[in-house]
Each structure stands twice: as C-alpha cells, then as structure tokens.
C-alpha cells in the first residue's frame, strides 16, 4: 500500500531530527513524538522507507560522525565517543568496527597516514592523464 | 579484460560547493582530497553503499586536462546551464529522498513520478549537472 505524501513528510522529519540531534540520548518514543506517529507505526515505515531500523540509522549515523572526527579532529577516541552519542567506550569500540571493519584507533592511524601521504606526494593518487597534457591536444 | 569500473568524473563549476553537496548534503564520503602544488586538487567521493567507486569532482576550468580555449569555453557554457547529465543515483525511496533533499533546500527539476522503470525524480547538484535520482521496480 502506496504512503500517503503527509506521512512521508512527517517520517522524514523525524530523520532529519536524527540527523541534527545524533549525539544526544535519543530514543524511539522521542523521535517518533518527532513523526507526530505511535512508536510502533513510525518503526514499520522508517524500516520500510529506508531499510533498517530507526536504531541501526542512528548507530549508522554516529559511526559516520565519528569516522569523520578520527580523520579530521585531535580528540581522543573517549571524546568523539562522548560527543557522537554512544555512552560506552566499548559498544562504540565494537560497532565501529562492525560497521567500518576496523576499530577507532587503527582507522585513525590509516586515515592520518593517507591524508600526510596526499600532502607530501599528491601525485600518487592522481592518475597522470589528469594533470599532463594529453598527446594530440 | 575490464571488471569493473573504479574512478569517473564529474565536472563542475566549484570543487568546494561540489564538497558541500555531495559530502555534507549527499552523504558520500572522501577518498581521497589531494592538492598539487600548482593548485589542481584531486577531490573523489565515494557513494555510502559503494566504496571502491571512486567519483572524482573536477573542475576543467583549472589545471591542464583542458588546455584549448575553445573546450574549456565549450565545459563553461554546459556547466554554467546545468546542462551535463551526470547519470542515475540510486535510491531505495525515491518520495523520501525527495522530501528529505528538498528540506536540505536542493533544487529538483521534477518531482517523483512512476515511470515504467521505477519512480524518478530529476535533482541537480548546484555545480553544472543534473541526475535522474530513480527508486527502480
């Protein structure tokens, strides 16, 4: 059975509530109060629309905000834990690298690692018929 | 023998927009963000479920893959008009999707219709092309 545009509208702003409100405790009552829908309602269609749970969305989008932070920030693996949402250092430690396929610290080392390589040799990573002329033009 | 495809290019008009739409809007991620010393920046994202498709966001305006006057005046005028079809971006609900990206304040040159193969929605990326976004059957 088709969603009626109405409720589209109110299941996406309960996911952009995820989105802006990811590193604070939120659970499935609040944000289905976000859908204006019952809990269980608000579960079945996200599910349906976007294909896994509300919960595994919200670890998803942690594990994102988090990868990003061990890339770019100088906090320690604790504060990025703190400060995308997840109350212990272990869950945390374990999905992400569930999620990512190696844990926080090792994906900091290789992600610094590659970043200090672009800056010194940028070449390596560029394919050479991107930044030589091509013969002929 | 080819296997698969690992890099394609998507010209636009402004690598640091093309950044906020598709890294902060989209939700790719960065591969790889590379700067030569002669300012030509190597930017490549890759789409959330596929990370070995690296999408490089190039702009032919700069650097030397496009010496000819004539060509680069010839990329300046198509991505200037938003006129370059980038291809078909996924999506498993093409109505959220819609919603969800015109929430974000992205500009949709039509919205979701059912077509045979699926329902589609045309979407634009701000820096010169234009994409069928398409929930397949």
Known sequence: MPIPPDVYKKIVTAKLYMDENFHEPIDLQRISRQACLSRFHFHRLFTRIYQRTPHRY?????????????????L?????????????????????????????????????????????????FIPHCFIHPHPGD | MITKMSHATLYVTDQQKAYDFYVNILGFSVHTDATMDNGFRWLAVTPPDQPNLNITLLNPLTGFMYPDPEVRNAFKLLLEKGSLGGGVLYTPDCRATYEELKAKGVVFRSEPKEQFYGIEAIITDGVGNWFSMTQTK
């Open chain 1, 76 to 124: 320690s693996v604790s504060e990025i834990c703190n400060q995308v949402g997840f109350e212990s250092i272990g869950s945390f430690s374990v999905l992400f690298k569930r999620e990512i396929g190696s844990g926080p610290q090792h994906y900091r080392k290789e992600a610094r690692m590659r970043q200090e390589q672009a800056k010194r040799t940028p070449t390596a």
């Open chain 1, 58 to 74: 919200l670890t998803q989008k942690r594990i994102e905000q988090a990868r990003r932070m061990l890339a770019g920030k100088e």
